[in-house]
């Protein structure tokens, strides 16, 4: 699967600091946080160019980006496409924001911080997502998902979770996060967001999130199994049943 938005390179992230799970506020301390987002794209052939620079200052005592400066710079020659989707006149769809979100995941988030049990899996979740906009730090979206990832490479245990499928309630609400998926990987098990969000409310989430929830009556084990099932089409004929309420492994 591929991405349905381009990301920016999250490429120079400072100082350690996070939402907690509840609602995105500082469980540090109140020190202030930039992160620098740059993206440059080249199309072979007939050149498309995009230049994103993005400089987030985020104030860790409220939660809220204190200040977003965006420039973006697009030949209108010789790209007709919209950079923000990652499309142009000369390409097709990309999957590069996805591409790069899943290399830092795989890189920063190992162990008992592992999202995904796959960089396949990581990529095929990847596409379900919200592709939301370039420097969110928090929010369902693969956008906010990315800034985790890169945050990740300082502190992966407080960040890995919060990069992670779920969001764990810095990036949207754990269901939120479980739904965009599900609905686009098992949309026979999950047929509506609307439906899926009122089954996962009766799952127990309970323990954060990583790849050891294999087992067990939590969301953390449906998740678990839902990132199985993005790994392709054989995975997830076996393993999008076990997504649902009545799933065999997660009782």
């Keep these: 699967m591929t991405s ?7 490429g120079t992230l400072l100082l350690p600091a996070c939402f907690d799970d509840s609602g995105g506020d500082d469980t540090g301390s109140a020190a202030s946080t930039t992160a620098m987002i740059t993206t440059a ?4 052939g007939d050149v498309t160019t995009t230049t994103t620079t993005t400089t987030a200052t985020t104030d860790w005592t ?13 030949d209108p020659v010789t ?21 790069m979100y899943c290399a830092a995941m795989m890189g920063s988030c190992t162990g008992t911080n592992a999202q995904y049990p796959s960089n396949e899996s990581c990529l095929g979740a990847c596409g379900g997502l919200p592709p939301g906009s370039p420097g969110e730090t928090s929010g369902n979206s693969l956008s906010c998902r990315a800034y985790h990832a890169g945050m990740a ?26 739904c965009a998926i599900a609905t686009s990987i ?3 098990e ?10 996962c409310a009766n799952f127990m989430d309970t323990e954060p999130y990583n790849t050891e929830d294999a087992a067990g009556n939590t969301l953390a084990c449906r998740l678990y199994h839902l990132t199985i099932a993005a790994t ?18 997660c009782m």
């Excluded at 794209?41 to 072979?44: D, I």
């Excluded at 502190?155 to 996060?177: T, V």
């Excluded at 999950?190 to 089954?199: L, N």
């Excluded at 392709?232 to 492994?249: D, K, L, M, R, Y």
């Design 186 to 188: 098992c949309p026979t």
């Design 62 to 74: 409220s939660g809220e980006p204190t200040s977003s400066t965006t420039t973006s710079d697009v």
């Design 190 to 199: 999950h047929p509506s967001p609307g439906d899926c969000m009122a089954t």
């Design 79 to 99: 790209s007709t496409g919209d950079p923000t989707t990652g499309t142009s006149s000369t390409g097709g769809d990309t999957d590069v924001g996805c591409q």
């Design 4 to 10: 349905r938005a381009f990301l920016p390179l999250l």
């Design 232 to 249: 392709g089409p054989a995975e997830a004929q076996v393993h999008c049943g076990h997504t649902i309420e009545a799933s065999p492994p």
């Design 153 to 178: 490479s300082i502190d992966p245990g407080m960040h890995c979770i919060h990069a992670g499928p779920s969001g764990a309630g810095a990036c949207g609400q754990s269901c939120e996060g479980f």
């Design 41 to 44: 794209t080249q199309v072979s």
